[in-house]
Nanobody, 126 residues
């Protein structure tokens, strides 16, 4: 499975962006999908995850973005999304999407994800 993340860009603080993660090669409905981000000089960190089809409407969001970011997916389009509202300077990072078939309890752990997109830059300015 190949993933391509896009939708990043430059936005002012308080603004919004929607990231997309398009998959090709096979359906991703049987995969959990996650979004991670990495700022310069920092470790890659978990942002949000959404469970695979049939698992229920399970989502998980990092405390740092709770109430501002929302994750969703459209299995018919083989695409996942990250809606980012009320963006803050601290949200500046490269954002990556990834998929995995491991246990949902590990869905916030980057090294449990098996397929990664190339990343899309999000820059929030003051």
């Amino acid at each position: 499975v190949q993933l391509q993340a896009y939708g990043g860009g430059l936005v002012q603080a308080g603004g919004y962006l929607r990231l997309s993660c398009a998959a090709s090669g096979r359906t991703i409905r049987d995969f959990h999908m996650g979004w991670f981000r990495q700022a310069p000089g920092k470790e890659r960190e978990f942002v949000a995850a959404i469970a695979r089809s049939g698992y229920g409407p399970s989502t998980r969001v990092a405390d740092s973005v709770k109430g501002r970011f929302a994750i969703s997916r459209d299995n018919a389009k083989n695409t996942g999304y990250l809606q980012m509202n009320s963006l803050e300077l601290e949200d500046t990072a490269v954002y990556y999407c990834a998929i995995t078939q491991i246990l949902w309890s590990y869905a916030d752990t980057a090294d449990r994800f098996t397929n990664w997109g190339q990343g899309t830059q999000v820059t929030v300015s003051s």
